[in-house]
């Protein structure tokens, strides 16, 4: 099992800056690719960016060139760099695991295994 703890979330104004960062426990990451996702109330979780275990990356379209996801194997975190935020950012937003092994990035939710609590943020116009 591994367990991810987001955080990093906030009010920030449109035009501004955020981390966000998942901490993994019980099981080093390194060897998975691992996936942010959003999902706004009665709406579908969305797929916003994703890292292979190799550090080959992919975006959503609504986030590509505001954002960089990337990870430190040492700390078995992944990090989401979010910029020039919008107030269409504004939802809750989840990391997420996929333990298998030998694929390719996923925008699928269905296979990503463990998941994390989430992050909420807020971006003000």
């Known amino acids: 099992q591994v367990q991810l703890v987001e955080s990093g979330g906030g009010l920030v104004q449109a035009g501004e800056s955020l981390r966000l960062s998942c901490v993994a426990s019980?099981?080093?990451?390194?060897?998975?690719?691992m996936g942010w996702f959003r999902q706004a109330p009665g709406k579908e979780r969305e797929f916003v960016a994703g890292?292979?275990?190799?550090?080959?990356?992919l975006y959503a379209d609504s986030v590509k060139g505001r954002s960089t996801i990337s990870r430190d194997n040492a700390k078995n975190t992944v990090y989401l760099q979010m910029n020039s935020l919008k107030p269409g950012d504004t939802t809750v937003y989840y990391c997420?695991?996929?333990?298998?092994?030998?694929?390719?990035?996923?925008?699928?939710?269905?296979?990503?295994?463990?998941w994390g609590q989430g992050t909420q943020v807020t971006v003000s116009s």
């Open positions: 019980g099981r080093a990451t390194s060897t998975y690719n």
């Open positions: 997420a695991a996929d333990l298998r092994r030998g694929v390719g990035v996923s925008t699928n939710t269905a296979v990503y295994d463990q």
């Open positions: 890292i292979s275990w190799i550090g080959i990356t």
